[in-house]
Every structure is written in C-alpha cells, then in structure tokens.
C-alpha cells in the first residue's frame, strides 16, 4: 500500500470513529446502529460488557446521559480490512444526575464492510 493510501484510509477510519463519538454526545441511537456492527461489545470501564442492543438501550431510557465529548488523542494501526483505534477523550455525562467529567481511553476494532468501516468492538477505561 502506498504511504497516501495509508494515510488515506486511517482517516476514513478516524472519520467512522467520530461519526461515533458524535451520534453518542447526541444520543443518536439510530446513528450508532447505523454504525456498529450487530455483534458489536461495549466493556466499559467497570468490565461489565454489554451487547449493541443493551448499550443503546440504555441510551434510549437515559441511564447514562451524554452531554459532550472532546477528542484528545486518536492513533490507528490498519491492517487489510480491519483496524484497531485507541482514542482518548474527556466525556462529560450525567449517569446520577450530577454532570462529571470522564477521561476514557476507547480501543476500538473496526472492520470494512463494503465502503464502511464498521466497529465491531470497543473497551473503555479510564485514564
């Protein structure tokens, strides 16, 4: 691969991951759907691990409240037709119904599916 193409591609990458980080600081259930997988995994900071449907469940009763995400770093290794990003962001949420500020480190995997990059999977932690 050509070192354009390269960089070319990690940013479509990049590009489906904060279509992500957008539809999620907007509660956009029907974007997200859009653009996981139907197998797709949260692990959240705690370890419990939740399925696709349960996540944006979730979303949809307003357990976890999103109110804005700032993007603070992003790194992608792509390899053939799939790609792993490890993105840190501040997530400002309410889940107690008190706003706090979340430093999360999201390691996503991702694959193309057709001329999509879809995420399959994602693992938050806190950093």
Do not use: C
């Amino acid at each position: 691969m050509n070192p354009s193409a390269d960089v070319s591609t990690r940013m479509e990458v990049i590009d489906a991951y904060r279509a992500h980080l957008h539809a999620m600081a907007d509660g956009d259930t029907v974007a997200l759907d859009a653009l996981l997988d139907d197998g797709f995994t949260l692990t959240q900071p705690t370890g419990d691990r939740q399925a696709k449907a349960e996540w944006l469940a979730d979303l949809r009763a307003a357990t976890f409240v999103p109110l804005g995400i700032e993007e603070k770093t992003v790194t992608v290794v792509v390899d053939g037709d799939t790609a792993r990003l490890v993105g840190r962001v501040i997530a400002r949420a309410t889940g107690d119904g008190a706003p706090e500020d979340r430093r999360l480190q999201l390691t996503m995997d991702y694959a193309r599916v057709r001329d999509s990059w879809i995420a399959l999977r994602a693992v938050a932690r806190s950093w």
